[in-house]
C-alpha cells in the first residue's frame, strides 16, 4: 500500500516522499519543501492506478504540460527556480527567499499554481489584495505556521514578496516562455526614506556607562571604526596591527548566514568596497591590546564571557538592548538606538568634521555615492556652507 514519509533534509526543510511497491519493487517519487499538496496527489493517483506509476507521469518531473505550448512552469516554480540560479546571493539568503516564498506563494495559492504564461496582471493584484489582509507572520523558519491576524503585513514586507514574484517572471522572460513580465510596477510603493538619527558624541559616551564593562571594548569598536556588527566580530588577531603606526584593522572577514536557519560561518564583508584598511586612534588601540596579545592569529578578538563567538541575537538581547532601553528610560541618549546606528553615528562624526566624503566612505567600506544619499542631511554645516559662499561672493 502506498505511503507518504517525511524526511528533514540538512537544511531543516522538509521534503516529502511517497513510496509503493510495484511488481515486489521499491518505487518512490520525492517531492520538495512545500509541495506536501502535490504529494498527497501524486498518492491518490498511485492508489487510483492500482498501486502503479500513473499513466503520462514522468519520474521526477511529473506529468507533462497540457498545453504543448506552456513550459510548465508555475508561479511558483519559477520563485523558486530564480532563487536556485542566482549566483549573487548567499545560501543564507536562499534559504529566507525560499521561505518568503512558502510563505507568500504558497502552492495552494490562486497565483502560484497559475501557469506563467496565463499570469496576468488582474491575477497579480488579487495576488497582492489577499497579502494585505492576511496575518504577519513571527519570523524564523517556521514563520508560515505562526500567523498573528492582528497585525497585518508591512509594506515592506509585500515588497518583499513582489520581489520573490518579479524575479521568477524576469527569469521566465530570459528563458523565452514569457514576453514580458507583468509583474513590474503593481508592487506597493515605497515611502520616503526616513532620516537617519545619529548619536553625538555625548551620547554615545553616556550609552557607554550603560554597556557591561567586558562588552565596551566591542562597543568602542563598533563606535570608533564605523564597523559592521558581522566584520567586528569576526575580526581575528592578525586582522590587528597595533605596533604599525598608526595602528590598523584590516576588515577582510564577517559572518554570514548559512542555508541552515540560525548558523553562521566565516565569508568577505558585504560588498567589495568592504575589504578595507582602517587606522585606529591610540585609545582604541589600547583598549584592543589586552585583547589580542597572547592569541593565535585566527583566534576571535571578541569573544563571550563563555569564551565562545559572540552571536548578534545574543548580544543584542543580553547586552544591547537592556542598556539602550535603560539609558533611554533615563534620558541619557535621545533615541533608542540600534547597534547598526553606531554605524550611523561614526559616518556623521567623521562629515560633520570635515573629513573628505570619499574618505568616510572607504572607512565605511561605501559607495560614495550611497554615503551622500544616506548622509547628506547630517551635514547642515556644509549644507549651509552654499549660501554663505554665494554671499561672501555676491554680497555687497
Do not use: C
Not at 28 to 41: D, N, V, Y
Not at 91 to 115: H, N, T, W
Not at 135 to 156: C, D, F, H, I, M
Amino acid at each position: 500500500m502506498a505511503s507518504l514519509e517525511k524526511r528533514t533534509r540538512k537544511d531543516g526543510s522538509t521534503a516529502f516522499r511517497v513510496v509503493w511497491r510495484e511488481n515486489g519493487q521499491k518505487q518512490s517519487e520525492t517531492f520538495g519543501p512545500g509541495r506536501q499538496l502535490q504529494a498527497k496527489a501524486f498518492l491518490r493517483d498511485v492508489e487510483a492506478s492500482g498501486e502503479r506509476w500513473p499513466v503520462g507521469w514522468v519520474k521526477g518531473v511529473g506529468y507533462p504540460p497540457p498545453d504543448e505550448g506552456l513550459s510548465g512552469y508555475t508561479v511558483r516554480s519559477a520563485a523558486i527556480r530564480a532563487i536556485d540560479v542566482n549566483q549573487r546571493a548567499t545560501e543564507g539568503s536562499k534559504a529566507d527567499y525560499r521561505r518568503e516564498v512558502d510563505r507568500y506563494l504558497p502552492e495552494d495559492d490562486p497565483l502560484a499554481e497559475m501557469a506563467v504564461e496565463k499570469v496576468t496582471v488582474d491575477a497579480i493584484h488579487d495576488w497582492h489584495i489577499r497579502l494585505q489582509k492576511r496575518g504577519a507572520n513571527s519570523g524564523g523558519p517556521r514563520a508560515s505556521q505562526v500567523v498573528s491576524e492582528e497585525r497585518t503585513l508591512s509594506a515592506k514586507t509585500r515588497r518583499h514578496a513582489q520581489s520573490r514574484l518579479s524575479s521568477g517572471l524576469n527569469l521566465m522572460v530570459k528563458l523565452g516562455h514569457i514576453p514580458r513580465n507583468p509583474a513590474v510596477g503593481l508592487g506597493p510603493g515605497r515611502s520616503k526614506r526616513k532620516r537617519i538619527q545619529a548619536l553625538s558624541v555625548d551620547d554615545f559616551k553616556a550609552l557607554l556607562t550603560y554597556i557591561p564593562e567586558y562588552y565596551v571594548p566591542l562597543v568602542q569598536t563598533l563606535g570608533r571604526t564605523g564597523m559592521r556588527f558581522s566584520e567586528a566580530t569576526a575580526l581575528t588577531a592578525r586582522r590587528v596591527e597595533l605596533d604599525r603606526e598608526p595602528p590598523l584593522i584590516n576588515v577582510e572577514e564577517a559572518w554570514k548566514r548559512t542555508e541552515q536557519y540560525g548558523r553562521y560561518e566565516r565569508g568577505g564583508p558585504k560588498s567589495l568596497e568592504g575589504n578595507r584598511i582602517i587606522p585606529i586612534d591610540p585609545e582604541l588601540a589600547a583598549l584592543l591590546r589586552p585583547l589580542v596579545d597572547g592569541k593565535k592569529g585566527n583566534a576571535e578578538v571578541f569573544v563571550t564571557t563563555y569564551d565562545t563567538v559572540v552571536h548578534y541575537n545574543n548580544f543584542h538581547s543580553r547586552v544591547w538592548r537592556p542598556a539602550v532601553v535603560q539609558a533611554f528610560a533615563d534620558d541619557a541618549i535621545p533615541f533608542e538606538a540600534t547597534i547598526h546606528d553606531l554605524r550611523h553615528a561614526h559616518a556623521s562624526w567623521l562629515l560633520a568634521e570635515g573629513v573628505p566624503v570619499l574618505t568616510v566612505a572607504d572607512r565605511l567600506g561605501h559607495d560614495p555615492a550611497v554615503l551622500l544619499k544616506v548622509y547628506a542631511h547630517l551635514m547642515d554645516a556644509a549644507r549651509n556652507e552654499p549660501a554663505l559662499a554665494i554671499a561672501r561672493l555676491l554680497g555687497d
